[in-house]
Nanobody
Framework: QVQLVESGGGLVQPGGSLRLSCAAS????????MGWYRQAPGKQRELVAH???????NYADSVKGRFTISRDNAKNTVYLQMNSLKPEDTAVYYC????????WGQGTQVTVSS
């Protein structure tokens, strides 16, 4: 059973930066397109970025140019560098495959507020 563990969230002022990490157990990680999702209070969970096994990336329009997804297959880890953060980025952030295949982790809270 693959487990996903997200970390790196916190409280940051508008315009600030955070780097999220997601560690996955199991060697099959590298086979999957991995994504970062977020869920704000009262809203559905949405995909904000994903990355293929070879490093091709795609982003939601709301984060394009501000967020960067990357992965280290040797470490079974996917990252999300978030710059120029806005209050509307406040949410719990999760990682999973593009098809949401694995059980969800606990997520990591990102709060953007002055």
């Amino acid at each position: 059973q693959v487990q996903l563990v997200e970390s790196g969230g916190g409280l940051v002022q508008p315009g600030g930066s955070l780097r999220l990490s997601c560690a996955a157990s199991g060697s099959i990680f590298r086979r999957y397109i991995m994504g970062w999702y977020r869920q704000a209070p009262g809203k559905q969970r949405e995909l904000v970025a994903h990355i293929t096994s070879t490093g091709s990336t795609n982003y939601a329009d709301s984060v394009k140019g501000r967020f960067t997804i990357s992965r280290d297959n040797a470490k079974n880890t996917v990252y999300l560098q978030m710059n120029s953060l806005k209050p509307e980025d406040t949410a719990v952030y999760y990682c999973n495959t593009y098809t949401r295949y694995f059980p969800w982790g606990q997520g990591t809270q990102v709060t953007v507020s002055s």
